[in-house]
């Protein structure tokens, strides 16, 4: 058979259209240093872990100095290392090592917003209204007689209004956290600088850039600021209410015009540097943002946000593939990330509950049956690594981590928690420290200090060293399938006729895929071989529930 095998190669322009991308969350992956937070030099020496799962290219969330009001996305200096974390020269050995391991990689980059402790706001802080230091960011006067109310109804993403108000009166725009001030985008100050950061990590061999809340840079500033109105939804759910490209801050079409820019800079390197967008908004809008001139790709949350059911989930496979091919753009597909509920967990709830409202603060989160999870989430990994496109993982899916839902309330550290009134618990869950050796205190990940978050009591049974030898583990499953993933090509996806409740598409030189989601075992394609399957086949041979299986025809 010809070897279809991704070709990762310097050279190779494209390495970055059908790749599986692992996705590092610095703070909890390994602690070298032994302080309770993860840090670069422990994601060094565990990049043999990725190499043998086979990733392709591992994305750092943000490792930038920071005070850790939003888990690392409130960055003071862009192109910096958190002394936490380690030291630039870290960063160099790590990439260094990366590269010697045939690894990409990615970072994470952060144009929306700074820390308010980042020396631009501060000097804003000081300069006072009317000030070119306040130009940088989104400074207004209030509302009211005394200019005391928010200058409009924006809304942060994280609960409440999306105004603070500072000593002399004045207001500033935050649609996260009250320590993550918006930059603004008008000013050419704020662009220049975001160049120079981009070519700082380019130059130092960084092969791609995570790019977050893409949706977010363009904002209407026109006076008087326009509000958003009652129109039912206070975050980027109100994409779908408007007219596209009419809201005041979310997904503008202004914004495309930085990207396009930026696109020179990464075409101006050997290969040139891949990018993709973080941007929660709808599927025909989305694909905008992978324009070949622009970033090339985006994250598809439709996926994502898609139920456990075969008639949805060929609809968004359908749609996604469409979209991605309208812009001239490759496929992703991601199943978890550091914001979202962990998809063992996730794919288990009840059909129409909120993930995020499911971690509520008073415990009565309904519980989830790991077995029944495991599996579900093991045949959706199948399905995922058998699409046309890029897949991202989020570290620890490999181990078939649960979501941690009963985090005590004292260790939660995610800003939703305060933001919304002690209602919701936020993203900690899917944050907990990896378990790496099962007999290690921590489970292995740092030999001294507590974790930043609590592990739970059953954590060291997830264990890489637990599950490394075992062929029925999670991590053996991802392996292997990592590794037969380049039999279904780059070609396109074909849907093949299947009884309700169950997937089936061929792809390139007659590799198959079958997805059971329905109660009723599901009868494999005759004549075909079975390549791997999520779980075991019925004495029949048939497909049972929840189950995956890849097969050549
Ligand atoms: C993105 C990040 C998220 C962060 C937010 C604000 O959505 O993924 O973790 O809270 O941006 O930077």
Not at 176 to 198: H, I, K, M, S
Not at 365 to 379: F, T
Not at 462 to 482: C, E, F, G, K, N
Request: aromatic share 10%; net charge negative; hydrophobic share 40%.
């Amino acid at each position: 058979m010809a070897d279809l095998s991704p070709d990762l190669s310097p050279r190779n322009p494209d390495w970055w259209r059908q790749a599986v991308i692992y996705q590092v969350y610095p703070r909890s992956f390994a602690d070298a240093d032994g302080d309770g937070l993860g840090d670069l030099k422990g994601i060094a020496q565990r990049l043999d872990h990725l190499a043998a799962l086979g990733v392709d290219a591992v994305w750092l969330s943000p490792f930038y100095p920071s005070e850790l009001a939003d888990g690392g996305y409130d960055v003071i200096d862009p192109r910096g290392v958190d002394d936490r974390l380690g030291t630039l020269d870290d960063f160099d050995a790590l990439v260094a090592e990366a590269h010697r391991l045939g690894l990409k990689v990615i970072v994470d980059i952060v144009p929306n917003h700074t820390s308010h402790l980042h020396p631009w706001f501060q000097e804003a802080l000081r300069a006072g209204p009317g000030s070119a230091a306040r130009e940088r960011y989104v400074f207004r006067r209030g509302r009211g007689a005394h200019g005391e109310l928010p200058p409009s109804d924006w809304q942060s993403v994280f609960g409440g209004s999306a105004w603070r108000r500072v000593p002399d009166g004045e207001w500033y725009l935050h649609l996260f956290a009250p320590e993550q001030p918006d930059l603004n985008w008008d000013n050419e100050e704020v662009r220049a600088d975001f160049r120079t950061t981009l070519r700082f990590w380019s130059d130092r061999g960084v092969d791609g850039f995570r790019v977050d809340v893409a949706h977010g840079l363009a904002k209407d500033l026109t006076e008087p600021l326009r509000d958003v109105g009652d129109i039912g939804a206070t975050g980027e759910d109100a994409l779908p209410l408007v007219p596209p490209g009419s809201h005041p801050y979310w997904d503008r079409d202004e914004v495309h015009e930085i990207y396009r820019d930026w696109r020179k800079i990464f075409d101006a390197y050997r290969p040139p540097r891949m990018a993709v967008a973080e941007a929660w908004v709808p599927g025909a809008r989305r694909a905008l943002y992978a324009r070949p001139d622009e970033l090339g790709q985006a994250f598809n949350f439709e996926y994502l946000e898609a139920r456990w059911d075969a008639e949805e989930l060929r609809d968004v496979i359908t749609g996604s593939l469409a979209t991605a091919r309208a812009a001239g753009a490759s496929a992703t597909w991601v199943l978890s990330n550091h914001d979202v509920v962990r998809h063992a967990s996730r794919l288990m709830l009840p059909p129409g509950t909120d993930p995020a409202a499911w971690l509520l603060a008073d415990g009565r989160a309904p519980a989830v049956d790991p077995a029944a999870g495991l599996r579900r989430a093991r045949a959706a990994t199948l399905l995922m690594l058998a699409l046309p496109g890029s897949a991202y993982l989020y570290q620890g899916e490999e181990l078939g981590l649960p979501e941690v839902a009963d985090l005590p309330v004292e260790v939660l550290q995610d800003p939703i928690w305060e933001q919304t009134g002690h209602v919701r618990k936020g993203r900690d869950g899917c944050r907990v420290p990896l378990p790496w050796t099962a007999g290690l205190p921590h489970a292995g990940f740092g030999a001294r200090e507590e974790p930043w978050l609590p592990q739970p009591a059953g954590w060291p049974s997830y264990a890489v060293d637990r599950q490394r030898s075992d062929p029925d583990s999670m991590l053996s499953l991802y392996r292997t399938a990592i590794a037969l993933r380049p039999r279904f090509g780059d070609g396109p996806l074909t849907w093949l006729p299947a009884p309700d409740g169950v997937l089936a598409f061929s792809r390139a030189d007659g590799a198959l895929c079958v997805v059971n989601l329905a109660a009723t075992p599901a009868d494999l394609p005759a004549r075909s071989r079975l390549l791997l399957s999520s779980g075991p086949l019925d004495d029949a041979g048939r497909l049972p529930q929840d189950t995956a299986a890849w097969l050549h025809a």
